[in-house]
């Protein structure tokens, strides 16, 4: 990746030891961004509108002025690493057994003007923040303003071309340098909008699942690898050595196509100041069977009779054995 004219170097980039190409970069109106996004391809694609108000204007202090008084949503953590966790998991009465599990980050209220205070007054040692917040009526209405401003026809031309489902939300991003969000897959088609800063963005395809080792469905950190990036434990997780996936760095006024089931790992470039972003999370739509399946659909089927095996055994230690007993010697 050139970086020179775009305002960060190598440096800033934590290191792993993984093969990774380059996701192509394409300006928006270039035809071959749609045959990326037809084939659930990622692509960054530059030079959109699509959140030019909030590239123009949403500076820390702009926001921190127009954000609105309500109370935003702050992840905490203790380190660099903000492992998203499903908090309706832990607490689930469903009679799970043994899922001992401890969050590795806070999740908090806080008025922006004290999460701006911490951030300013930061130290190392400091437990890191990160503002995830969906856009909604929680936001003042300059905000609001810029967000109705925002490229709506260029969404709106992607969700129909590809037959997404509806809009489910809109989160804003707001990262200190250096903070991790570490690999995981959600079940929705992303239009990642950069808008303050840089971020590194590694993608994985969803035929990469045995190399990530997800948690099980059960678990809180559903959806996400069991692998830490930093410190692989190529014992426990031997295919992670097989992994192959791409990355870029986006910069504001980027757009990341992240497709629906691929995995990625996010991190803000160290000593590159915070970031903003806002994303754009689409529903998968409608779902034709053309066989050979598709990876995201064998993905889903995956997670469909994990759920179902975990519905009728209601002990999580019963799945591996039995899954085990079906396929041992008889599928493999
Ligand atoms: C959840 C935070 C993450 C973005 C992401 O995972 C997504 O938009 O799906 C990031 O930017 O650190
Ligand atoms: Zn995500």
Wanted: proline share 6%.
């Amino acid at each position: 990746m050139c970086a020179e004219k775009i305002g960060w170097d190598s440096s800033q980039l934590r290191k792993y030891d993984l093969h990774l190409d380059e996701i192509p970069r394409l300006h928006y109106e270039d035809p071959k961004v749609d045959e990326f996004m037809q084939k659930n391809q990622p692509v960054l694609i530059t030079g959109s509108k699509l959140v030019k108000p909030a590239e123009e204007k949403w500076t820390l202090d702009y926001l921190e002025k127009n954000l609105g008084k309500s109370n935003h949503t702050v992840f905490v953590s203790r380190n660099h690493k903000f492992k998203y966790f499903d908090e309706k998991k832990i607490y689930n009465k469903n009679n799970l057994k043994g899922v001992e599990f401890t969050p590795p980050t806070k999740r908090v209220d806080m008025k922006i003007t004290d999460f701006m205070k911490k951030l300013r007054e930061w130290k190392r040692g400091d437990e890191r923040l990160y503002l995830q917040q969906p856009l909604n009526s929680t936001v003042g209405s300059t905000i609001v303003e810029d967000y109705l401003k925002f490229d709506w026809h260029f969404v709106a031309e992607k969700k129909n071309k590809y037959h997404w489902g509806e809009l489910t939300s809109n989160v804003l991003f707001i990262s200190m340098e250096g903070n991790v969000t570490p690999c995981h897959y959600d079940e929705q088609q992303n239009l990642f909008a950069q808008i303050l800063g840089y971020k590194r963005c590694i993608l994985f395809a969803p035929d990469q699942f045995e190399c990530l080792y997800p948690h099980p469905v059960y678990h809180p950190h559903d959806r996400q690898s069991m692998v830490d990036f930093e410190r692989p434990d190529y014992t426990k997780y031997p295919k992670f050595k097989n992994l192959k996936g791409c990355e870029t760095v986006v910069g504001p006024g980027d757009v990341l196509y992240i497709p629906i089931y691929w995995w990625h790992h996010v991190e803000s470039l160290m000593r590159g100041g915070p970031t903003v972003t806002v994303n754009f999370w689409y529903k998968g739509g409608p779902t034709n069977l053309e066989y050979p399946l598709q990876d995201h659909q064998k993905v889903s089927i995956m997670r469909n009779v994990e759920k179902m095996l975990l519905e009728v055994l209601q002990d999580p230690k019963e799945v591996g054995p039995l899954l085990r007993t079906m396929v041992l010697g008889r599928y493999c």
